[in-house]
């Protein structure tokens, strides 16, 4: 069956380091990855979609890497900030339908 | 309006009653999702329309759960005979495209309570 495995404990991290959070899956045969961050009591945000020809992706402070064949995408937040606390969301698209798939979150917790 | 609308944001129902949850898209958006997110965990798919056709039911988790979008613009999520288990967030979401894309929108949900 097709599984998304995010880091299931909660990651604290200081003002300034560079958080690095993990998206494993099996059984899928993505076009494209996407990470969304969720805030308690709010809907998900989408933040960067890397598609499988791309290694790498990056947006201000944020950076996104896929690996197809460890199947796998590592998302870092440097300079991170106590506002970059928040669940992280990684998803995937079904080999077949329409569904989106999200893995469980990884929440961050960033202190000052 | 300028985001994605859900309401009522919150719903108590005793077991055995019937709910409707409303979804009001981005104006124009081609596709409509529903989720159901218990507490601590993602976001599970629940159905996908495609302007009025509900393309992808499969995560439906059981015939007591009813989606519609009579003309390809709001939607609505209906729980017959609500269980506890039923109880968690409802969201929805819209994007402009007939598939997936980078601009998905989700709504800030509905969280319903059975009781």
């Known amino acids: 069956s097709q599984k998304i495995e995010q880091n299931s404990e909660a990651l604290n991290i200081q003002e300034g380091k560079t958080a690095t959070l993990t998206c494993n899956y099996t059984?899928?045969?993505?076009?494209?990855l996407q990470w969304y961050r969720q805030d308690p009591g709010r809907g998900p945000v989408f933040l960067l979609l890397?598609?499988?020809?791309?290694k790498e992706k990056r947006k201000e402070r944020l950076k996104v890497t896929f690996d197809t064949t460890l199947k796998q995408s590592l998302f870092h937040i440097t300079a991170s900030q106590p506002a970059d606390s928040a669940t992280y969301l990684c998803?995937?698209?079904?080999?077949?339908?329409?569904?989106?798939?999200f893995g469980k979150g990884t929440s961050l917790l960033v202190t000052p | 309006g300028a985001g994605v609308s859900q309401s009522p944001r919150y719903k108590v129902a005793k077991r055995g009653q019937d709910v409707a949850l409303r979804c009001d898209p981005i104006?124009?958006?081609?596709?409509l999702f529903w989720y159901q997110q218990a507490l601590g965990q993602g976001p599970e798919f629940l159905t996908y329309?495609?302007?009025?056709?509900?393309?992808?039911k499969s995560g439906l988790p059981s015939d007591r759960f009813f989606a519609e979008r009579p003309e390809g613009s709001v939607s609505t999520l209906k729980i017959q005979r609500t269980q506890q288990e039923d109880s968690a967030v409802y969201l929805c979401?819209?994007?402009?495209?007939?598939?997936?894309?980078?601009?998905?929108?989700f709504g800030q949900g509905t969280r319903l309570t059975v009781v």
């Open positions: 059984n899928y045969s993505p076009a494209y």
């Open positions: 329309f495609q302007n009025e056709a509900q393309l992808d």
């Open positions: 998803a995937l698209r079904s080999n077949s339908g329409y569904a989106l798939n």
């Open positions: 979401a819209s994007s402009p495209g007939s598939t997936w894309g980078p601009e998905a929108f």
């Open positions: 104006s124009g958006h081609v596709s």
């Open positions: 890397i598609r499988e020809n791309e």
